[in-house]
């Protein structure tokens, strides 16, 4: 595709399930970001890959997160015993170069926890 | 926190009128760019502007850059209904690899 692609784009479920939310890049694009912007609120770092190197995990904000990029392209993110406070936009965002270009977003997935 | 702040928080001016977004962050960068996000949808670029420049032009957007006061402004001219959005600046630090996002400013532009 042409751009960032995110799925789901809505994902409704009861708290302790685990979701799982994808994000498909720009083809060529090594970098990949994952941010979550909670209501009316800024971007949060979640996790960041580059290439084949070890992600940069700093951001999750617990071990009930994870993510994973298979091939250097689709990426993963998942949220294991989700709980209320983790109702938020995903947002996942692509780029050619480590920090020196732009990001390319995708439109988010909105995941709403019970 | 090392996020950029960005002032004022919502700005609502009349269609034609200019509108200037400010942005203040903590610690050196490589360059700094600004995004804009329209409600329930993905962020775009704007615009980017790299620590050694102090002025950019990109059609109606003009940035500035002062890295001894760590801001930067966004100005639109002649606003149209159409720039109602929400824009957020983001600094690319010169240590670590992720992107830091303000707060953002809601603009509305009343036709």
């Known amino acids: 595709g042409a751009g960032v692609s995110q799925s789901p784009s809505n994902k409704v479920t009861e708290k302790g399930k685990d979701v799982e939310l994808r994000c498909d890049p720009i083809s060529g694009h090594t970098a990949l970001y994952w941010y979550r912007q909670s209501l009316g609120q800024g971007l949060e770092f979640l996790i960041y890959?580059?290439?084949?190197?070890?992600?940069?995990k700093s951001g999750l904000p617990s071990d009930r997160f994870s993510a994973e990029r298979t091939g250097g392209s689709v990426s993963t993110l998942t949220i294991q015993r989700t709980q209320q406070e983790d109702s938020a936009v995903y947002l996942c965002?692509?780029?050619?170069?480590?920090?020196?270009?732009?990001?390319?977003f995708g439109e988010g997935s909105r995941l709403t926890v019970l | 926190s090392q996020q950029g702040e960005e002032d004022p928080q919502a700005l609502s001016i009349q269609e034609g009128e200019n509108a200037t977004m400010n942005c203040s962050y903590k610690t050196s960068i490589n360059n700094l760019q600004w995004y804009r996000q329209n409600s329930g949808r993905g962020l775009v670029h704007l615009i980017l502007?790299?620590?050694?420049?102090r002025e950019k032009h990109s059609g109606r957007l003009r940035v500035t850059l002062d890295t001894s006061k760590k801001s930067s402004s966004l100005l639109i001219t002649a606003s149209r209904a159409a720039d109602t959005a929400s824009y957020f600046c983001a600094t690319d630090p010169n240590t670590g690899n992720q992107f830091y996002f303000g707060t953002g400013t809601s603009l509305t532009v009343i036709p």
């Open positions: 965002a692509s780029s050619l170069l480590q920090n020196t270009g732009e990001l390319f």
């Open positions: 890959f580059q290439g084949n190197s070890a992600p940069d």
């Open positions: 502007i790299r620590s050694n420049e």
